[in-house]
């Protein structure tokens, strides 16, 4: 007969999971997947113990499963969309024209726009910095510009496109694991990320105020890249077309899976009459990626495209989105297990004992999803567990879903990367050639957004909440005294 947990079993195999997480991935670097299967077998006996039956954990994690797939699908075909925009020359373009605007007056100012510009546009952080971020980092250099001031500008423009972008990953993940819409959510993070945005600008502004070297020309490498873009591409206005379809089907509240399917068809379309590419070249790219190697389909020699510009552009595909898809699978699979067991109830009940403001709650999520990062180092798991651990008191406080993704990613996505001993620190620092520790301070994007978070937990600005017939019509998002 199924009883309820004590406090000691409901927080055991959360225990587990984060040692396991802490010293299997975090330590010695395993995957994270078997890891969180071995949590759930663990959740498992605790299952068992308080009288969970075989069946009913297989029906938790088909309730996860279930109300989450939805998302999943548009998760998936988001590297259908990267990867059709990357043959069509969408993608191509708008870099191409992002790059122009580069001034070595404002390199550091620069440095922020440019990569977020690039990165909202590709939804990718790394690819963004490791491109135009060297680009830039190699400007400030030669201008004897603050290197390590330009390297954090970089780092907060990558995580801009990388929080925003309806092509990033953790972008798709936030919603899927706080059980909101992606538009919803991209909209309401605005809230945090524009003031956020604002002091970031207006800081490197002034810290890059008196550069002088403004005449200098463009590195060379970005002199490079730009004339690479040029002789790869057909440019042509039409090619915002995928873009505008996306933007239209946000606006006008569309159903999102759709409306990417006919972006990345229009684009297909694209690629083969602008760009000349095969039938059988933008299927590849859509299931396995965009590759520069199939510019010699259409008479164009790849060895001759800028080693920087494949690593920008030789990505998308379904099977890009393969690994997220099933590190969200194992992490719903300890969810399920967990949450049928009544254990994330009882965890919720004693914390809630001691939570009993919005802020507070708030608080609890930001501190929950920066332990997850410090832990794990995973932008992903910071993102995916405290969602699932917050997602059942959003709700009981009436408090829509898309306050605990924005709080996920102003205090999971964007963290990760100033954690010296993440895959994300590691990889810009190494990209960069400037330590994390250098910049850090400087990315100021990074820790901005959830401050504004806890702020508006405690104000009740920028919180919105599931409003009741009779108060529908005051149409406010400042909803909870404090």
């Known amino acids: 007969m199924k009883r309820k947990p004590t406090l000691l079993e409901a927080i055991l195999p959360i225990a587990i999971m984060i040692f396991l997480l802490a010293f299997g991935y975090g330590y010695l670097k395993l995957s994270p997947e078997p890891l969180l299967i ?20 297989l029906a938790g994690i088909r309730k996860k499963l279930d109300t989450s797939m939805p998302a999943m699908l548009i998760l998936i075909s988001i590297g259908l969309l990267i990867g059709t925009w990357m043959a069509s020359g969408t993608i191509p373009m708008i870099i191409y024209y992002g790059l122009k605007i580069i001034d070595p007056s404002y ?5 922020f726009i440019v990569t977020a510009i690039v990165s ?11 491109t135009v971020g060297i680009a830039l980092v190699g400007i400030a250099q030669g201008l004897d510009a603050p290197v390590a001031v330009t390297a954090g500008a970089v780092v907060s423009g990558a995580y801009f496109g990388d929080k925003l972008s309806p092509l990033s990953d953790t972008t798709n993940l936030a919603p899927v694991a706080a059980g909101s819409e992606l538009y919803e959510h991209v909209k309401h993070m605005l ?15 002034f810290l890059g105020f008196h550069l002088t070297g403004g005449a200098k020309a463009a590195s060379e490498k970005t002199t490079a890249m730009l004339q690479s873009l040029s002789d790869m591409f057909n440019w042509n206005l039409l090619l915002l077309l995928p873009p505008v379809i996306i933007l239209y089907g946000s606006i006008r509240k569309k159903p999102t899976l759709p409306t990417i399917v006919i972006s990345a068809i229009v ?46 552009l ?11 898809t099933l590190l969200v699978f194992c992490a719903f699979a300890f969810a399920g297990i967990i949450s049928e ?8 009940e004693n914390l809630m004992k001691v939570v009993k403001k919005t802020g507070g709650l708030v608080l609890s999520t930001v501190i929950s999803c920066i332990t997850t990062a410090l832990v794990t180092g995973s932008s992903y798991l910071s993102i995916i567990i405290p969602g699932e651990i917050f997602k059942e008191t959003y709700q009981s406080r009436k408090l829509k879903a898309k306050n605990l993704s924005r709080t996920l990613e102003d205090s999971g ?13 590691v990889y810009m620092a190494g990209t960069l050639g400037v330590s994390t520790l250098s910049y850090a301070p400087w990315a100021f994007l990074c820790y901005l957004g959830f401050i504004f978070a806890i702020i508006y937990g405690y104000t009740g600005f920028g919180i919105a909440k599931e409003e009741s017939v009779s108060t529908s019509k005051a149409g406010q998002q400042k909803d909870m005294s404090q």
């Open 413 to 425: 996505t964007v963290v990760v990367p100033i954690i010296p001993w993440s895959e994300a620190a």
């Open 107 to 111: 390199v550091i100012v620069i440095a």
């Open 314 to 324: 030789n990505r998308g595909g379904l099977e890009s989105m393969i690994d997220v």
């Open 267 to 312: 684009a297909g379309i694209l690629a083969k009459f602008v760009q000349g590419f095969s039938l059988k070249a933008i299927f590849t790219s859509g299931v396995s990626g965009f590759n520069v190697s199939m510019m010699e389909t259409i008479g164009y020699n790849p060895d001759s495209v800028v080693a920087d510009v494949a690593t920008l």
């Open 120 to 130: 909202i546009i590709t939804g990718t952080s790394w690819g963004a910095a490791g």
């Open 341 to 348: 067991s009544g254990c994330l109830t009882v965890l919720l």
């Open 191 to 205: 809230y945090t990320t524009i003031p956020a945005t604002i002091i970031s600008l207006i800081i490197y502004f």
């Open 38 to 57: 071995l949590a759930a077998f663990c959740a498992g006996i605790i299952g068992l113990r308080v009288g969970l039956t075989w069946e009913e954990m």
